[in-house]
Structures are given as C-alpha cells and as structure tokens.
C-alpha cells in the first residue's frame, strides 16, 4: 500500500508540479521484489495459490497422487536452479555494491537478496512437500 502511494504520488508530484519525488522509482525497485517474493513464497507454503483442478479432479487418486509427486520434482528442480542463478545475481551485484545512476544511490543488491530468499524459500517448500507426497506413497 506504501509503495502504492508513493508511486501516486510521485506520478502526481511529476506530471503536475514537474518535481518528481527523488529516488521513489529506485526505492520502489528494491520493495517490489520483496513483495512479489514474499507473496509467492506465502501462497505456496499456505496453499492459495491458483491451481487448474479440473482435470486433476478426473484423475483417480492413484494417478493424482503420482502428478503430485511429479510436480514437486519439477519445482524442487526449477527453484533450485533459480535459486543459484539469483544467488550469483545478488552477489555479483552486492560485490560492487551496485547502484542505479540517479539522484539518490539505492543499493540493487538489496532487491536482488529478496529474490535469492524468496526462490530459496519455495525450493524449501517443494522439497518438503515432495516427501509428504513420498511418505504418502509409501
């Protein structure tokens, strides 16, 4: 919601009084990405995230309950990976304490941080429920 104003009013400060709020569009580079990760992480972990369920409720249980496993395969895997390229990301960016050209130097690597946390929070996820799927098997 702050984020929400200050991108309001920043657009309003600019487009009417042509005196832009300084470094509103840098700090709003480093929230978002805790935000966006912070809420997939959330939607994951609680279970409101979109699910398409109408073929899977034609599924029998057997066949439901290997798809489950299959899937959290595929995002152990993906998020994995994505947590690495994002750690590389981060530290790279965090080495030479990157920084946007502007009026006020907001650090990069804070943003790129939220993301390394939020693909390896949802690696965690997916390796957790891939062996509550297992034991389930079993």
């Known amino acids: 919601m702050v984020v929400t104003l200050g991108v309001v009013a920043d657009s309003a400060m600019r487009d009417l009084f042509a005196r ?77 304490r990157e920084a946007p050209m502007g009026p006020v130097a907001t650090p990069v690597y804070i943003g790129k941080l939220a993301l390394w946390i939020g693909t390896s929070l949802l690696a965690i996820e997916f390796a957790l429920r891939l062996i509550k799927s297992l034991r389930e098997k079993l």
């Open 20 to 96: 832009p709020i300084l470094g509103m569009r840098d700090m709003c580079g480093v929230v978002l990405p805790w935000i966006i990760a912070s809420g997939f992480t959330y939607a994951l972990i609680t279970e409101r995230h979109v699910r398409v369920t109408v073929v899977v409720r034609l599924m029998s249980r057997t066949l439901r309950s290997w798809l489950n496993v299959v899937v959290n395969v595929i995002g152990l895997i993906v998020f994995i990976f994505y947590s690495f390229i994002a750690w590389q990301m981060f530290w790279e960016s965090m080495l030479v």
